[in-house]
């Protein structure tokens, strides 16, 4: 995990209520994309720092510059 300060960025290593913390988040993304609503897709335009944690989300290329999701 990373905090902005000032002009430059800390890394610190991520704790276990960070860790729980995103596996929240990803259920709770998972669980409003689906269902009901019907999503045939998701597009995203992720930085080249976000880009790998939402490929281990199940985004991937798209022939468009976005990634994409289909549930």
């Known amino acids: ?3 902005r ?3 430059h960025t800390d890394i610190r290593q991520a704790t276990q209520a960070d860790i729980a913390e995103l596996v929240r988040l990803r259920a709770l993304l998972f669980e409003n994309l ?3 609503r019907e999503v ?3 597009d995203l ?3 080249a720092e976000g880009e790998p944690l939402h490929r281990d989300l199940g985004f ?3 022939p468009d510059p976005a990634l994409y999701w289909r549930p």
Do not use: I
């Open 40 to 42: 045939a897709r998701v």
């Open 5 to 7: 300060t000032g002009d």
């Open 45 to 47: 335009y992720a930085s």
């Open 1 to 3: 995990m990373s905090q």
């Open 60 to 62: 991937v290329n798209h």
């Open 34 to 36: 689906g269902g009901e």
